[in-house]
């Protein structure tokens, strides 16, 4: 069974730094799209960043761009989302998804939570004024 585990979450002031980890087991870790996604308190959830493991692609929200580092280790099967200047609209429960062997056309719609097959359990983030 594909499971991805997120964890990493926690209580920061603003300005502060977190690394949030995705680890992934019950597939080849060689074709895939992770993507972390965020919900807050009454909002929809909302794409943060993805990478494609094919080229190695990126991706990223306008409201986190220059501030979020999506990496991969694909010895260790993990998905890191290095999260720097955090700001407490920051605050929300953070989740990672997966979708494996991705359409072509992945990059341009990695931000809508139905492209992804898998999600772990969120890991909370809170950022404190």
């Known amino acids: 069974d594909v499971q991805l585990h997120a964890s990493g979450g926690g209580l920061v002031q603003a300005g502060g730094s977190l690394r949030l980890s995705c680890a992934a087991s019950?597939?080849?870790?060689?074709?895939?799209?992770i993507g972390w996604f965020r919900q807050a308190p009454g909002k929809e959830r909302e794409g943060v960043s993805c990478?494609?493991?094919?080229?190695?692609?990126?991706y990223y929200a306008d409201s986190v761009k220059g501030r979020f580092t999506i990496s991969s280790d694909n010895a260790k099967n993990t998905v890191y989302l290095q999260m720097n200047s955090l700001k407490p609209e920051d605050t929300a429960v953070y989740y990672c998804?997966?979708?494996?062997?991705?359409?072509?056309?992945?990059?341009?719609?990695?931000?809508?939570?139905?492209?992804?097959?898998?999600w772990g359990q969120g890991t909370l983030v809170t950022v404190s004024s």
């Open positions: 998804a997966a979708v494996l062997t991705p359409d072509p056309g992945h990059g341009s719609s990695w931000y809508y939570y139905d492209e992804y097959d898998y």
């Open positions: 019950g597939f080849t870790f060689d074709d895939y799209a």
């Open positions: 990478i494609s493991s094919s080229d190695g692609s990126t």
